[in-house]
């Protein structure tokens, strides 16, 4: 659909369709990027993953400048602006910046102090959320079966993913603490005390 309508000559259209396309692949590279992160095996990672959104970021920002041409046209006279798409669209893509920047704070307080910060763990929420938000966000501009499939797929993929990590993650903790409990009750001989 998108892509029948940018072949036509009016702007308004390539507006419309750039924005339909972009938007959603910001989001698929958002997600990807924040898999990479984990899956990456390479001291690069956090920076990669680093560069990675920050072109995202860009791909969204695009998508929304589109978007917002497309909400000022005088024969639309600002309805677009009050669409629901519209708004949450445009709260998700300015908060995204927060993100961002909180990032690179953590990444450069990392560098420095080699722990865990509230910059972080800011950071992932935010974008988790941000992301699964952004997602929603384009079922609400109307029916498109190509968009529902894809971002269907993106969201069940997505949250498996956070799913089987979280719970790993759990599995880890469960066993450590276990072998803090056997170590502390067992004799330098390795024997019960
Ligand atoms: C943030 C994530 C966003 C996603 C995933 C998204 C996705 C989409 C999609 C898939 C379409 C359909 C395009 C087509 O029919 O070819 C669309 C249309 C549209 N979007 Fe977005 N969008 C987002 C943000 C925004 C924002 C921030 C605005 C406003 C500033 C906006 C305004 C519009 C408008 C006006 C249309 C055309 C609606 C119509 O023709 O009825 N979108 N968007
Ligand atoms: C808007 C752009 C960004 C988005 C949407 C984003 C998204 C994410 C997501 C979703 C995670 C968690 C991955 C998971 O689901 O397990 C994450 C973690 C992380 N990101 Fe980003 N990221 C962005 C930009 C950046 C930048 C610029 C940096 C700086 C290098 C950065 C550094 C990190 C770090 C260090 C973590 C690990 C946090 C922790 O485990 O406590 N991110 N990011």
């Not at 698929?28 to 560069?51: D, K, S």
């Not at 719970?167 to 056997?182: D, G, M, V, W, Y």
Request: aromatic share 12%; net charge positive; hydrophobic share 50%.
């Amino acid at each position: 659909m998108a892509l029948t309508r940018s072949l036509s000559h009016d702007p308004s259209d390539l507006a419309r369709s750039t924005h339909g396309i972009l938007s959603p692949i910001a989001f698929l590279f958002f997600v990807f990027g924040g898999i990479a992160l984990r899956l990456l095996r390479t001291p690069h990672a956090v920076t990669i993953h680093g560069w990675w959104q920050a072109f995202s970021t860009v791909v969204l920002f695009v998508g929304f400048g589109c978007a917002v041409w497309l909400c000022q046209l005088p024969q639309k006279s600002g309805k677009f602006w009050l669409l629901r798409h519209s708004i949450l669209g445009t709260v998700v893509t300015i908060l995204m910046l927060v993100p961002l920047v909180l990032g690179w704070m953590q990444h450069d307080w990392f560098v420095k102090n080699r722990t865990q910060s509230w910059r972080g763990v800011w950071h992932m929420w935010m974008a988790r959320l941000l992301i699964l938000l952004g997602i929603v966000d384009g079922f609400l501009v109307g029916p498109s079966l190509v968009y529902a499939a894809v971002a269907g797929l993106t969201l069940i993929f997505y949250l498996g993913f956070l799913a089987v990590r979280g719970c790993l993650h759990l599995q880890n903790a469960a066993k450590e603490r276990r072998e803090l409990r056997s170590q502390t009750e067992m004799g330098p001989l390795g024997r019960a005390e």
